[in-house]
């Protein structure tokens, strides 16, 4: 069982930063493929990008792509995500999710743990 705990999220004016992080309770995460989704308010939750559990290969929407960047560091079972040039439409609650020795699927349904969520807010 792999508990993944989100945080850095907050408000932020449009066209700042925020980094989130993803991290998990055991050393076996960098084994897991790690995703980013976001759901905000009356939509379904989207992906927003992905790293492969090698670390060698990343993946984003077509939204965030040259905004956003993940990154890994498994000697401290995190992942992060970097997000600049913010917009109001990036409002949403941010979930991370693993996926076992996962190339960085954009299927929702493909991933074995979630997170709780964190919200991130962009102002106008």
């Known amino acids: 069982q792999v508990q993944l705990v989100e945080s850095g999220g907050g408000l932020v004016q449009a066209g700042g930063s925020l980094r989130l992080s993803c991290a998990a309770s055991?050393?076996?995460?960098?084994?897991?493929?790690t995703g980013w989704f976001r759901q905000a308010p009356g939509k379904e939750r989207e992906f927003v990008g992905a790293?492969?559990?090698?670390?060698?290969?990343?993946y984003y929407a077509d939204s965030v792509k040259g905004r956003f960047a993940i990154s890994r560091d498994n000697a401290k079972n995190t992942v992060y995500l970097q997000m600049d040039s913010m917009k109001p439409e990036d409002t949403a609650i941010y979930y991370c999710?693993?996926?076992?020795?996962?190339?960085?699927?954009?299927?929702?349904?493909?991933?074995?743990?979630w997170g709780q969520g964190t919200q991130v807010t962009v102002s106008s």
């Open positions: 055991e050393r076996s995460f960098s084994s897991y493929a």
């Open positions: 790293v492969s559990w090698s670390g060698d290969s990343t």
């Open positions: 999710a693993a996926d076992y020795l996962g190339w960085g699927t954009p299927n929702v349904h493909d991933y074995d743990y």
